[in-house]
């Protein structure tokens, strides 16, 4: 019904960059709320960042100031800007996304597949 593609993880630096990408496709009416979740090994998921239809984002405390969140709606893609990046944002980093087929459907919510992001010297 609905996929998301995430690009843009690798293996950086500290105090490197990353752009994450995250297209959606498929059967897509409207696309509310999108964000970027982590998890690292032995950790619970977290939300890294999120953006609403209307671009008002929120982020966590251990990256505000670091990372930004921006979307295109034209492309349905997010982005995630990682700057400034410390071991312990080493991750698999998943792309959510709230998605409306229809009209009279209602949101569901899909998950990306995961790309590893590891910050190393």
């Known amino acids: 019904q609905v996929q998301l593609v995430e690009s843009g993880g690798g293996l950086v630096q500290p105090g490197g960059s990353l752009r994450l990408s995250c297209a959606a496709s498929?059967?897509?009416?409207?696309?509310?709320?999108m964000g970027w979740y982590r998890q690292a090994p032995g950790k619970q998921r977290e939300l890294v960042a999120g953006?609403?239809?209307?671009?008002?984002?929120n982020y966590a405390d251990s990256v505000k100031g670091r990372f930004t969140i921006s979307r295109d709606n034209a492309k349905n893609t997010v982005y995630l800007q990682s700057n400034s990046l410390k071991p312990e944002d080493t991750a698999v980093y998943y792309c959510?996304?709230?998605?409306?087929?229809?009209?009279?459907?209602?949101?569901?919510?899909?998950w990306g597949q995961g790309t590893q992001v590891t910050v190393s010297s």
């Open positions: 953006i609403t239809s209307g671009d008002s984002t």
């Open positions: 959510n996304a709230q998605v409306q087929s229809a009209y009279y459907s209602p949101y569901r919510d899909y």
């Open positions: 498929g059967n897509i009416f409207k696309i509310s709320t």
